[in-house]
């Protein structure tokens, strides 16, 4: 096996990743930009979107890691307009998408233009989240965004599997399409439910944090691979035990939560920039398979489509935004006022991803009787361009538009002050602790070293209250940015001292790793203390 390949994928999209990071441009737009460039360089390898790769191998890391990091109280609270998004839009897109493709391009069958609705269906998890934290919009459009784009590819997987069994007939009815619809989003959540709390009490329990983190990363694949094994939603398997883990991350041992931290961290870095790499760089693949239908009649089916997916994201959202909330005094009292303003910014933030060209690449050539499946190449080559279209116009242009319609930002204040009061009553309760254990003799501490239990305590109750304080006319630094810049001073003349003193063969390797961690860890401490 050739591995070149994969590494100029891996190395070429970290660099854009990291450029793209010092520059206006979200990383996913500036990675799929590079990766249409380079798809014609000479001597580019040929990457092809493998669906048996990208939905098993992929998809539940990213799945698990955006879940993890989500909230699953957030997502509680959220849970009808993200269900209306996650599953009423995607069917309501399915449809409208398959129907306006079925009516435009000459002698699409229904079920085939069906099949182009349900691939195109589903936002990008990916692209929606990093983009919505980018321009700091508020909690709960973030929330609904992210909620809706971990569990729509579920949905839109379904409902593929329904139409494109009635494309190839296989004699696919409505009733058959309901009932394989239940048992993947029940059977789906089913197995993530039975396997979150064993897989939580076997991360508890490990006591070696390397067992832990080897766990941490099998845990999407198992969940993934058992779900898909008795036919139901890999995806939403996926989903259910990383929010019930996340929920519970603060059991599980802190030096399994710092390696876990930064393994998933450079992992979700990886693989989003791969993955938006190579959607540009399918544009070879599928151009080169587009035969007859090249030239005006291709682009204005693609304008077309991009059009539809665009609008129907509209004709679905206001709606459901509002009209329940009209009907239903109960909705009205329990939920938030969506406005105006977050209905078109959720609207328009629907960019598609890698999910659907994997699903595209997925397409039989053939259907039953061995006969050509109908317009393959095409709904290979719509799907791309509604991916690229949605990523590069909408993905370019929600920050302007949330500027334009004066969108509301978070109260940076309001949370420093919550985080603040948080702290303080959190300070309360260890002093607390920390008095009654000293008042046991089995504790006892010199003066000194219980004096300095206390000044760390009251230095992590008023490092938050500092950061409201004012900045240093000289420096232009906050209080606590000093403080974090003398710390990391004077942990660097320490660490020049250790290496030195190894140097003259005062102390050997050996010791000199266990100091070097000793103060890796303090420097995280400092840093994650001074907020």
């Keep these: 096996m050739d591995v070149m390949p994969l590494l100029l994928l891996v190395a070429g999209s970290a660099a854009v990743a990291a450029a793209a990071r010092r520059g206006p441009v979200p990383p996913p737009l500036l990675l ?13 390898p040929d990457y092809t979107l493998d669906p048996e790769v990208v939905l098993p191998l ?8 955006s879940a993890s990091d989500s909230s699953y109280l957030d ?8 269900a209306l998004l996650s599953v009423g839009y995607v069917l309501f897109a399915t449809f409208v998408v398959g129907w306006a493709a ?8 229904l079920t085939a233009a069906l099949v182009l609705g349900a691939v195109v269906a589903p936002p990008d998890a990916v692209a929606a989240t990093a983009i919505a934290r980018r321009v700091g919009l508020p909690s709960r459009i973030t929330t609904i965004l992210q909620g809706e784009s971990l569990l729509n590819d579920a949905t839109a997987i379904t409902a593929y599997k329904v139409a494109l069994a009635a494309a190839v007939g296989e004699g696919a009815t409505w009733a058959g399409g309901v009932g394989e619809f239940l ?32 766990l941490s990363l099998l845990i999407p694949f198992v969940a993934y691979g058992v779900a898909e094994q008795v036919h139901a939603s890999g995806v939403l398997a996926v989903v259910v035990v990383a929010l019930y883990l996340g929920h519970r991350a603060w059991e599980v041992d802190f030096a399994t939560r710092l390696q876990e931290e930064a393994v998933w961290k450079m992992v979700a870095f990886i693989l989003e920039s791969a993955v938006f790499a ?47 909330r009209m009907l239903s005094a109960r909705i009205r009292e329990r939920e938030e006022n969506p406005t105006w303003r977050g209905a078109m910014v959720t609207s328009w933030a629907g960019m598609r991803g890698v999910v659907s ?53 978070r109260d940076r204040q309001a949370e420093t002050l919550a985080e603040a009061n948080a702290q303080a009553q ?21 003066p000194p070293l219980a004096d300095r239990l206390r000044q760390v305590l009251e230095r992590r109750r008023n490092s938050v209250w500092e950061r409201l304080g004012q900045t240093n006319p000289v420096t232009g630094e906050s209080v606590d940015d000093t403080y974090r810049r003398l710390s990391r001073e004077m942990i660097s003349a320490e660490r020049e001292v250790f290496v030195r003193l190894r140097d003259l063969r005062y102390i050997d390797d050996e010791m000199l790793r266990a100091l070097l961690r000793r103060l890796d860890l303090e420097e995280a401490a400092a840093y994650r203390e001074a907020g």
């Design 75 to 82: 997502l509680r609270a959220q849970l009808r307009p993200v």
């Design 183 to 214: 048992l993947a989003a029940v059977g789906g959540v089913g197995v993530g439910l039975v396997l979150m709390a064993p897989l939580h009490w076997l991360r508890t329990h490990l006591s070696e944090p390397l067992l832990q983190n080897t």
């Design 32 to 44: 799929v930009a590079a990766g249409l460039a380079v798809s014609y360089v000479p001597g580019v």
């Design 102 to 109: 079925y009516l435009i391009i000459p002698d699409m069958p």
């Design 426 to 446: 959190a300070s309360r309760a260890a002093e607390a602790r920390l008095d009654e254990l000293l008042s046991d003799e089995r504790n006892a501490l010199p």
């Design 58 to 65: 992929l998809l539940p890391p990213l799945l698990y890691t």
């Design 278 to 324: 190579l959607i540009g760089l399918q544009l070879p693949v599928v151009l080169k398979g587009l035969g007859e239908y090249e030239g005006t009649a291709a682009a204005w089916y693609a304008v077309v489509l991009f059009a539809v997916v665009v609008a129907a994201r509209f004709v679905w959202v206001y709606p459901a935004a509002f009209v329940p």
């Design 357 to 409: 060209l994997a699903i595209a690449f997925s397409i039989p050539l053939t259907v039953d009787g061995g006969h050509p499946f109908p317009q393959h190449n095409l709904i290979l080559f719509l799907t791309f361009t509604t991916v690229i279209g949605t990523l590069v116009v909408q993905g370019l242009s929600l920050p302007p538009l949330i500027r334009l319609v004066k969108f509301p930002g």
